[in-house]
């Protein structure tokens, strides 16, 4: 199975926030990134609305069901009422629930699945009731308890958290070492029946390795690398090229 590319629109909502307008348009940016052949899109959209606003979330469904069908979008957030609500209305195909504080600049650590398994219990049963797949952020070197009890909430996968692999750009050794960490929490998930998927601070540079080390990857999802790259090379070019780096690691 070839990895998916969810293409986050975050960075591109909170370009947008920085002024009263309507540009950047995050409706026709994600229209770009599917053309492109992006197999879907991601939101976070947090209660402050610093980007994605509860406002896209319908518009991006929209774009989906009417114009790309066959590809997918993911919603991710804390699993406050508000959230569920606004997920439950516009039935996202995968919901990625994640612990962020809500004053947090972005997400940067997985659930503590011990502590907090009942709750996601609950959540987890609400959303499949509604036919939603649901994915947990998990900690990159999570061990085979927390992954057991990833498993007994019900979830369907778990999304790797890859911001201490994409920390070392600028070291290979480093990046080898972290990357057999997701490798290792990857083989355990696996094993546990659950699908996998990961997402923070990857690039075109580090996604073949990381690609490697994980056979069946179900989807990563990228927004910050990958509108970085577009400043040089174009949104949609943008795309191709993470896309093309998928595919080069899982020849």
């Known amino acids: 199975m070839a990895t998916k590319l969810s293409v ?5 909502a909170m370009l947008r926030n920085r002024r009263d307008l309507p540009w ?10 599917l053309q492109a052949g992006a197999h879907g899109l991601t939101v976070h959209p947090r209660p402050d609305e610093r980007h994605t606003r509860f406002s896209d979330v319908p518009k991006l469904r929209a774009l989906i ?22 997920v439950i ?10 612990p962020d504080d809500p004053s947090q600049a972005t997400s940067d650590h997985g659930w503590d699945f011990v502590g907090k398994g009942n709750f996601l219990r609950s959540v987890v049963s609400r959303l499949k009731e509604k036919g939603i797949r649901v994915s947990l952020f998990c900690d990159p070197d999570a061990d085979s308890e927390m992954i057991s009890r990833a498993k007994e909430t019900g979830a369907d996968r778990v999304e790797l ?6 920390a070392c750009f600028n070291d290979a050794s480093k990046a ?7 490798a290792m929490t990857a083989d355990l998930a696996k094993a546990a029946g659950m699908g996998v998927n990961a997402g923070h ?3 075109v540079a580090n996604l073949p390795l ?23 090379f174009g949104y949609g070019h943008s795309v191709e090229r993470f896309l093309s780096a998928l595919s080069v690691a899982q020849v």
């Open 65 to 86: 069901d009417d114009e790309f069908p066959a590809c997918e979008f993911n919603v991710e957030g804390y699993p406050t009422d508000d959230f569920i609500a606004l």
């Open 8 to 12: 986050n629109l975050n960075a591109v």
């Open 24 to 33: 950047p348009n995050v409706v026709h940016m994600g229209r770009v990134a």
């Open 161 to 166: 958290y890859t911001g201490p692999y994409g």
């Open 210 to 232: 990381l690609v490697s080390k994980i056979p069946g990857l179900a989807e990563v999802s990228i927004g910050h690398g990958l509108t970085a790259d577009a400043l040089e």
């Open 201 to 203: 601070d990857l690039t």
């Open 176 to 182: 080898e070492i972290e990357a057999e960490k997701l």
């Open 89 to 98: 209305a516009n039935e996202p195909e995968q919901v990625t629930l994640v």
